[in-house]
């Protein structure tokens, strides 16, 4: 937090300021406090003030008071409180979804790939669960995938995680039918995530047996002709 105290007349009084922040002293006597690291630089006509804070809590309301006086013959004072507002959180995001949502004609191997995270505070690992057709294929309780997707990989990217589901060949999808993915993840602040797409797995190949003539040139000719 910076705070700049100023006075257009004559000097501020260092040893005269004091700073709460929530009631908690932050600077007294012109000295920052332990609990909150200061840094105090000379500006034009007063001080800055940077002040080093506990992270306050999203969608609080955070109290600030500031008194000092000059250093005219009058010793002029003041005394102001003001306030302001911590953001609210926003929830989750899953993104980056490849296949994208309704993709068709998917091949029946492709790995499936998604980013989870945050805006403002991270992504809880442990509250990541993933169902690829309705079957729990990552527990973020337990840190594992299961059976058929073992070559899996999470990586840690801003605030969030990539995934790249890779399926073993018992749990390749299915030739002209959907795949259900559903994301469920929560942040450091409870908001929470659920989020579901579905592609479509290219049509397989139909078998077709074909009359194969077997014989002298003579005989195929014939036959054809």
């Given at each position: 937090?910076?705070?700049?105290?100023?006075?257009?007349?004559?000097?501020?009084?260092?040893?005269?300021?004091?700073?709460?922040?929530?009631?908690?002293?932050a600077v007294v006597?012109?000295?920052?406090?332990?609990?909150?690291?200061?840094?105090?630089?000379?500006?034009?006509?007063?001080?800055?003030?940077?002040?080093?804070?506990?992270?306050?809590?999203?969608?609080?309301?955070?109290?600030?008071?500031?008194?000092?006086?000059?250093?005219?013959?009058?010793?002029?004072?003041?005394?102001e409180v003001y306030?302001?507002?911590?953001?609210?959180?926003?929830?989750?995001?899953?993104?980056?979804?490849?296949?994208?949502?309704?993709?068709?004609?998917?091949?029946?191997?492709?790995?499936?790939?998604?980013?989870?995270?945050?805006?403002?505070?991270?992504?809880?690992?442990?509250?990541?669960?993933?169902?690829?057709?309705?079957?729990?294929?990552?527990?973020?309780?337990?840190?594992?995938?299961?059976?058929?997707?073992?070559?899996?990989?999470?990586?840690?990217?801003?605030?969030?995680?990539?995934?790249?589901?890779?399926?073993?060949?018992?749990?390749?999808?299915?030739?002209?039918?959907?795949?259900?993915?559903?994301?469920?993840?929560?942040?450091?602040?409870?908001?929470?995530?659920?989020?579901?797409?579905?592609?479509?797995?290219?049509?397989?190949?139909?078998?077709?047996?074909?009359?194969?003539?077997?014989?002298?040139?003579?005989?195929?000719?014939?036959?054809?002709?």
């Amino acid at each position: 937090m910076v705070l700049e105290i100023l006075d257009n007349a004559g000097a501020v009084n260092l040893s005269s300021v004091n700073i709460w922040i929530n009631g908690a002293p932050a600077v007294v006597n012109g000295v920052g406090q332990p609990a909150f690291p200061t840094a105090i630089t000379t500006v034009s006509l007063g001080y800055r003030f940077v002040i080093g804070h506990p992270d306050f809590t999203l969608g609080s309301t955070v109290y600030v008071r500031a008194a000092a006086q000059d250093t005219s013959d009058w010793q002029s004072q003041m005394d102001e409180v003001y306030q302001f507002g911590i953001g609210t959180d926003t929830d989750p995001i899953v993104a980056n979804q490849d296949p994208s949502p309704g993709s068709i004609n998917v091949n029946k191997d492709a790995p499936i790939s998604f980013d989870v995270y945050d805006l403002e505070t991270d992504v809880v690992p442990e509250s990541i669960m993933v169902w690829v057709r309705g079957l729990l294929v990552y527990d973020g309780s337990i840190g594992e995938f299961a059976a058929g997707w073992v070559e899996s990989v999470i990586t840690r990217i801003a605030k969030g995680y990539h995934f790249e589901l890779v399926p073993d060949r018992d749990q390749y999808h299915r030739a002209g039918e959907q795949t259900g993915v559903r994301v469920v993840a929560t942040d450091e602040t409870a908001r929470s995530v659920d989020a579901s797409w579905v592609f479509t797995a290219a049509e397989g190949i139909p078998l077709r047996i074909y009359r194969m003539l077997i014989g002298s040139v003579r005989d195929i000719d014939e036959e054809i002709g």
